[in-house]
Structures are given as C-alpha cells and as structure tokens.
Nanobody
Framework: QVQLVESGGGLVQSGGSLRLSCAAS????????MAWYRQAPGKERELVAR????????NHAGSVKGRFTISRDNAKREVYLQMDSLKPEDTAVYYC?????????????WGQGTQVTVSS
C-alpha cells in the first residue's frame, strides 16, 4: 500500500526558507513521477512541482518558479521541496504524491501533509 510521510514544515518569516521531505514506501519509487501539491484554507489542492523518474525532467508552477526546487533521491526513496524567498501566499498544507506518468493524477491515499506558515 502506498504510504507517503511528509515533514519539514513550520513557521517562517517572509523571505525565509524551508526544505520539505517526503518518505515513500509501499510501491516501486523509481518507477513513479513524484509531485508536491499544496492546499491553502478555503482553496482547492494545487500542483506545485513534479519530477520525473530519473530526476532530470521537472517543472514548477508559475507561482513558485525561481523560488522552489523539487528533487529526489531514488536510493533513499525520498522527494524534497526546497522553498526559498517564501511569501505569505505560500502558506498551506503541503503534500507529496506519486504519479504513474507525467500527466497522471494521484489516486491516494494522501499523507497527513506538513503545514507551512509564512508570516509577513
């Protein structure tokens, strides 16, 4: 069974940095595209970034491009999100997800997520 455990969130001032981690188990990690999503209060969950199986191809949502960087370590079965120059609008619960292909969706189950709060 797919299990994803996110960590690394916290409270940070605007302009600060955080590095999120996601530990994966229950599936063949290296065969999956990995992604980070976020959900702010009262808003739908949105895709933040994704990275292909070998860690070369990646993309980031326009709202975070140039500030966030997704990476992965297939040996450790982990995916990361380095977040720099954080803004109050980045405040959300962040989740990782495993996708069968680049345009796929996550069938779940979602982990508990990690809360990121950016103060102005």
């Amino acid at each position: 069974q797919v299990q994803l455990v996110e960590s690394g969130g916290g409270l940070v001032q605007s302009g600060g940095s955080l590095r999120l981690s996601c530990a994966a188990s229950g599936f063949t990690f290296k065969d999956y595209v990995m992604a980070w999503y976020r959900q702010a209060p009262g808003k739908e969950r949105e895709l933040v970034a994704r990275i292909e199986q070998f860690g070369v191809g990646r993309n980031h949502a326009g709202s975070v491009k140039g500030r966030f960087t997704i990476s992965r370590d297939n040996a450790k079965r982990e995916v990361y999100l380095q977040m720099d120059s954080l803004k109050p609008e980045d405040t959300a619960v962040y989740y990782c997800a495993a996708l069968r292909n680049w345009s796929g969706t996550f069938s779940g189950p979602w982990g508990q997520g990690t809360q990121v709060t950016v103060s102005s």
